[in-house]
Every structure is written in C-alpha cells, then in structure tokens.
C-alpha cells in the first residue's frame, strides 16, 4: 500500500528550508514526551498507540454488533456532537458513493449536534414508517445537545416498537463506570461500548466512537486501522527527522506561523473530501486555539470554492497558507467525447479523462496561489479508501499534538468550550446557575 506523501517545497520561497529542519531536536523531544506521557495533557495520550494496540476481540465485537443492528434498522441515527460524531461522518462520507441506488441500503443520519427544531422535527417525521435504530454517543449523557435529541428519538423508538424491543435497537457509547448515561444503559439493559478515559473526542476516530457508526455504514475498519497502523509506525521517535512527514509537516506550519500566517486553509479537489476537512478543523481548532496562541483551520472546496474565496486566498491579505489534499488517482474512470458543433470549444480536450483537467486545475491553482504569496504544503494520498483514510487521521493527530507542544499549549484540553454552556445554561435557568442567571440578566 502506497504512503501518504508530503510536499513542502512550495514554502521555500517564503520560509528558508533551514528553519524547518533547525526544530529537529525540539520536536523529537516532543514526539518522545508523547510516547512516554510527560507532555502536558498527558493523560489524554491514549490514542497514540491505539492502532497498534486494539484488541482484536474488540473489532470482532463492533463487527458483529454491527451486523446485528443493520439487520433490524435501514436507517440508524448516530447521535453525537463533536468528536463523538465528526470523525466518523468524515469517514462515512469520504467512502461513501455520491449517488446510491441501492433500496436496501443502510442510512446513516446523524442528529444531536445541533439544536434546530427545525432538524429534528423533519427527522421524527422522515423516520415516522421507517425502521430505525440509535447510537447514542456521549461520555457524560447530559450534554445538551446529544442529550435532547436522545430523549426525542428514544420516546419516538419506544413509541414504534415498545420499551423491550427498543432494547435491542440502542447501543450506547459511553464512559465505563459513571454518567448518566452510563446509568441508564445499565438500566435499561443496552448494548454499549466504552469510550476510553485517556481519548479525547476529536482524536477518538479509532475507538468504538468511530469504528462502529463506520461499521454501521457498511465499510471495512480492519483496513482503517491497518492505515493508521502504518503511519503510526512510521511516525514515532524512532524515525529520521527527514523521513517522518508529522514531524515536517508540524515544523512547517509552525515556522509559517512565526511568520505571520495565521490562517491554515485545507484544500481538496475531491468533493467527498469535505467532512474530511471538517473533522480536521475540530482537530487542530479545539487543539491549538487558547491562550491567545494557534493557527485558525479554514478549509476550501475547489474548484467549487475558486469561484468565490479563490479570489480573497489570491489577492486578500497575506497571512494564511494553504495545504492541499491531494488524490493521486480517483477509483473511477470517464473521458471527455468529441462533439461535432463544438460549441463550448471543448473539443480540445476531448479524449482526456476528467482527471487530468481536474489535476491541471490543482496544478494551476498551487501555481497561481505560490504567485499571490500563498506558501503552499502539498499532502498526497493514493486513493481514497478505509485505508488511506486511516493513514490520514493517524497523521493529522500526531501532527496536531506535535503542533500544540511547539506553541507550548496542552493539545488534548479544551477550555473554552465551555464557556457558551455556562451562558446557555444561565439563560435557560438550569438548576445551580441561579447566581449565573441573575448575573447574565443584567449583562442583557
């Protein structure tokens, strides 16, 4: 299987090749403190060795848990905010066709990470005289959003198939030992899967958080971790500087920051890539935006996006950098046909595939943009598969906790977060933010 390959030579025109390498020691050191839990967060490094160390029995579990639950459901709503549903819809739609034509196919739905009525209302009535089945997946059980939704749709299942046979139609993703959750699991006598304590949501793709929604949509999550395997493997202390792409990538960014490039924009050509970057966003977002420190994730979908923000990124102001993911080959084939009239004036181009017009774009684009004052990190990826998936999340979270550590942030915590719930809280009059309510009123 072919590696992911990464290009940082179009941002030797901004920051000398020196400066990248010259981080060497430092993040060596960092990648050792990973390894051996002594950075800050330490206690959220659960998901570093994860690909290598997943039981197999564990798989074998979610498999079969998997198999169950699409034999009862067509549709299954995976209930989650954040890292608890991000990872796993980024991967769902990153496998999945544009266009399914299979009646019998499984719908994954995902609700939870909003609070429109408008969303959930439509969904209660889109599953009315439809089979369904729910993940519920949160450590706590209380927080809001995931937990609302929950209440809807578990009294919509209790009301369709009755409280025994809904049983069978939930499965819980949640702490081991303690939570609300937890405790009516227990209660209720659900399926459930247990989040681990030393993983924190955006980097728990390859934990049951992930791995079963994956499962559910019918995708193989042995290859995924085989990807991750790899570049877990190829990542570590061990390795050469040179040859570790986590290590340079996280250098390059973070000498594009000293620089003034504040703004990271993730790129693709490939449309399924979407959710991809929006899970990427959460990930270095919620890693490195605190203390007043961080480099802001934005993401691009070209050539859709050359259409309206190719036009800030080429002639706006001069603090982002921009890093492609790049396809190397798409897992179809279609050429362009010859038309007689040859109105559009296309005729030019007949014969090619679609490819090759849509790699000269991404040629030109990179081109165009280094000519703006864009640095550009390229990042290559075969084919778009559960394995190069895998390969594409193990990267990013090791380059993220290595990107944290070098602006001297804890990458794993997120304590800004919070701040909104304690307002919304207030503001709904929760019971113990009395204080708070009266506080937030005057401020009103």
Request: hydrophobic fraction near 35%; charged fraction near 25%; proline fraction near 3%.
């Amino acid at each position: 299987m072919k590696n992911i390959q990464l290009d940082i030579s179009n941002i030797y025109p901004f920051i000398e090749k020196e400066k990248i390498f010259k981080n060497k020691d430092e993040i060596i050191h960092h990648i050792q403190g990973i390894e051996n839990k002594t950075g800050k967060g330490n206690e959220f490094l659960g998901w570093n060795n994860l690909p290598s160390s997943i039981n197999s029995e564990d798989i074998e579990d979610i498999k079969n848990t998997s198999d169950k639950l699409r034999k009862l459901a067509n549709n299954i709503i995976v209930i989650g905010i954040g890292g608890s549903y991000l990872g796993a819809k980024s991967v769902i739609d990153a496998l999945a066709p544009y266009f399914d034509n299979n009646d019998n196919k499984i719908n994954i739905l995902y609700a939870g990470h909003n609070i429109s009525e408008d969303y959930l209302s439509e969904l209660l009535s889109y599953i009315e005289n439809k089979s369904f089945a729910l993940v519920i997946i949160s450590k706590s059980g209380t927080t809001t959003e995931p937990a609302l939704a929950f209440r809807l749709l578990r009294n919509k299942l209790e009301e369709k198939y009755g409280k025994d046979e809904s049983k069978d139609r939930i499965i819980a993703i949640t702490d081991a030992k303690k939570g609300a959750l937890r405790t009516l699991a227990d209660k209720e006598g659900y399926k459930t899967f247990i989040i681990p304590d030393n993983i924190g949501g955006r980097f728990s793709v390859l934990t049951p958080v992930g791995l079963l929604p994956i499962a559910l949509a019918g995708y193989d999550i042995s290859k995924l971790i085989s990807g991750a395997l790899e570049i877990e493997k190829n990542t570590n202390s061990k390795i050469n500087f040179e040859n570790n792409i986590a290590a340079i990538y996280a250098s390059a960014r973070y000498e594009l920051y000293k620089s003034g490039k504040k703004i990271e924009i993730l790129a693709n050509f490939e449309p399924k890539l979407k959710y991809f970057a929006e899970w990427w966003k959460q990930l270095f977002g919620e890693s490195e935006g605190k203390e007043g420190k961080g480099i802001f994730p934005s993401n691009v979908n070209f050539t859709t996006d050359l259409h309206s923000l190719g036009q800030y990124i080429q002639e706006g102001e001069r603090n982002l950098f921009e890093t492609v993911l790049s396809l190397n080959k798409p897992n179809k084939t279609l050429s362009i046909p010859s038309d007689n009239d040859n109105l559009d004036k296309l005729n030019y181009l007949a014969g090619k595939r679609i490819n090759e017009v849509n790699k000269m774009a991404e040629t030109g684009t990179k081109l165009a943009h280094i000519d703006g004052s864009v640095p550009n990190i390229k990042i290559e990826i075969n084919q778009i598969s559960e394995y190069s998936i895998g390969q594409l999340i193990y990267f990013f979270e090791k380059a993220c906790a290595i990107s944290g550590y070098l602006i001297n942030v804890n990458p794993f915590n997120q304590p800004g977060v919070e701040e909104y719930k304690k307002n919304m809280f207030a503001l709904l009059k929760k019971p113990g933010f009395e204080k708070e309510s009266k506080e937030i009123l005057k401020k009103l």
